[in-house]
């Protein structure tokens, strides 16, 4: 079935520095979302991507879907430590028609102050 | 803003005990879906349902049913509560598909523990 890769699995960064994560997959998507959880809370939406090539700003996050849309990456500028949490990517299953989405693992973010 | 509500943040069961978690929103969507969340295993789908009363497996969904008796509300039901039940429960819900991919809205989750 579709699978999404998420690397890295978890960073550990210092407050100030530039962040990049992405993710991959073997089949094309046609829409890419960007999600994060704070520690003990539900995901949040960041960013949606609906055009192979995009590249979308949210605040200091930054997402582009992929020329191929067999990718995507997610940027966070000048992290600080609220940036703390699990980012997750996702795009809608191709399987059965269905209103599914496919996630990937997660990029765990740590923020030293 | 869409609003997801799920009733508990937290709570504490015993094994074979029947349990309700219940799931509201607000923004009048078709499609809700309920996922476990455990460490190394990102989010997995249990059960979905696109319209009143219907409902769909997901990936995982032994051990589990499901109920949608109105459009706003779907619980997820532990028909008999197992220690590897254990885990943090979330509810999404988005519009139907329609030509444009909307996203899933979740809620806060719901932390379980089966004792």
């Known amino acids: 079935g579709q699978q999404l890769n998420q690397s890295p699995q978890s960073m550990f960064i210092q407050e100030g520095e530039d962040v990049s994560m992405n993710c991959t997959s073997s089949?094309?998507?046609?829409?890419w979302l960007w999600y994060k959880q704070d520690p003990g809370e539900g995901p949040v939406l960041l960013i949606a991507?609906?055009?192979?090539?995009e590249l979308t700003s949210n605040g200091r996050l930054t997402a582009q879907f992929g020329i191929t849309r067999k990718d995507s990456f997610l940027n966070i500028s000048a992290s600080i430590p609220s940036d703390v949490g699990i980012y997750f990517c996702?795009?809608?299953?191709?399987?059965?028609?269905?209103?599914?989405?496919?996630f990937g693992k997660g990029t765990k973010l740590t923020v030293n102050p | 803003d869409v609003k997801v509500t799920q009733s508990s943040r937290y709570l504490v069961k015993r094994t074979g005990e029947k349990v309700f978690l219940e799931c509201v929103q607000d923004?009048?969507?078709?499609?809700m879906f309920w996922y476990r969340q455990d460490p190394g295993l990102g989010l997995r789908l249990i059960y979905f349902?696109?319209?009143?009363?219907?409902?769909e497996k997901g990936d995982i969904p032994e051990g589990y049913s499901v109920s949608r008796e109105k459009k706003e509300r779907f619980s997820l039901i532990l028909e008999s509560a197992s220690t590897n039940q254990t885990s943090m429960y979330l509810c999404?819900?988005?519009?139907?598909?329609?030509?444009?991919?909307?996203?899933?809205?979740f809620g806060d989750g719901t932390r379980l523990s089966i004792l």
């Open positions: 923004m009048d969507h078709e499609n």
């Open positions: 349902s696109y319209d009143v009363k219907m409902k």
């Open positions: 999404a819900s988005s519009p139907p598909r329609d030509g444009s991919n909307q996203p899933q809205h």
């Open positions: 996702a795009g809608p299953s191709t399987q059965g028609g269905s209103e599914k989405l496919v």
């Open positions: 991507l609906y055009k192979a090539g």
């Open positions: 089949s094309i998507f046609n829409t």
